[in-house]
Nanobody, 122 residues
Framework: QVQLVESGGGLVQPGGSLTLSCAAS????????MGWYRQAPGKERELVAV???????NYADSVQGRFTISRDNAKNTVYLQMNSLKPEDTAVYYC????????????????WGQGTQVTVSS
């Protein structure tokens, strides 16, 4: 079993910054891609940013240049540094990870965190 535990959400004023963290724990051989998604009220969940095990990144157009995703493979942790936050960034942010449990099982399983609320408001 694997758990993804997120932290770092909260209330911030427009133009402010927050950093989200997500730590994976449990039976982990390796982690492929890790990413952040968000879901605003009344909207579908959308990709915010993703990072591969090799460090390649991809961002949604709406956050490009403002958000930075990074990971610490030794700690099985992914981060999302969010700068210049806007009210439209308000959402529940979810961590996602593709995790291999054992060396002899090449197909990863997909895991989600419980979500952390980010509210951007004055």
């Amino acid at each position: 079993q694997v758990q993804l535990v997120e932290s770092g959400g909260g209330l911030v004023q427009p133009g402010g910054s927050l950093t989200l963290s997500c730590a994976a724990s449990g039976t982990i051989f390796s982690i492929n891609a890790m990413g952040w998604y968000r879901q605003a009220p009344g909207k579908e969940r959308e990709l915010v940013a993703v990072i591969t095990s090799g460090g390649s990144t991809n961002y949604a157009d709406s956050v490009q240049g403002r958000f930075t995703i990074s990971r610490d493979n030794a700690k099985n942790t992914v981060y999302l540094q969010m700068n210049s936050l806007k009210p439209e960034d308000t959402a529940v942010y979810y961590c996602n990870a593709e995790i291999r449990h054992f060396r002899l099982l090449p197909t990863p399983d997909d895991y989600w965190g419980q979500g952390t609320q980010v509210t951007v408001s004055s």
